[in-house]
């Protein structure tokens, strides 16, 4: 049964990747069209992603930060 779920997982993830990698191919495009055309999207675009990404690392480190307080706190509650 968690062979078969393994599986299953591994599956999906490489469905998405595919999906996912698809993308890449219609970005370079039009970076690569703006770049002979002289223009500024490529800029754009890199902020862009630095912009999206930085959300979820900082969204994972506010809760791991909490979690860590808060366990914090609780030892030192067990101590006393």
Not at 16 to 40: H, I, N, R, W
Not at 52 to 60: A, K, S
């Amino acid at each position: 049964m968690i062979f078969s779920k393994k599986i299953l997982l591994l599956v999906v993830l490489i469905a998405f990747q595919f999906s996912a990698y698809s993308q890449c191919a219609m970005c370079k495009a039009v970076l690569e069209t703006d770049l002979e055309s002289g223009g500024s999207i490529a800029k754009g675009i890199n902020n862009g992603i630095l912009y999206l990404l930085i959300f979820p690392y900082l969204l994972v480190l506010t809760v791991g930060y909490f979690i860590y307080r808060h366990r914090k706190k609780n030892k030192l509650a067990k101590q006393n």
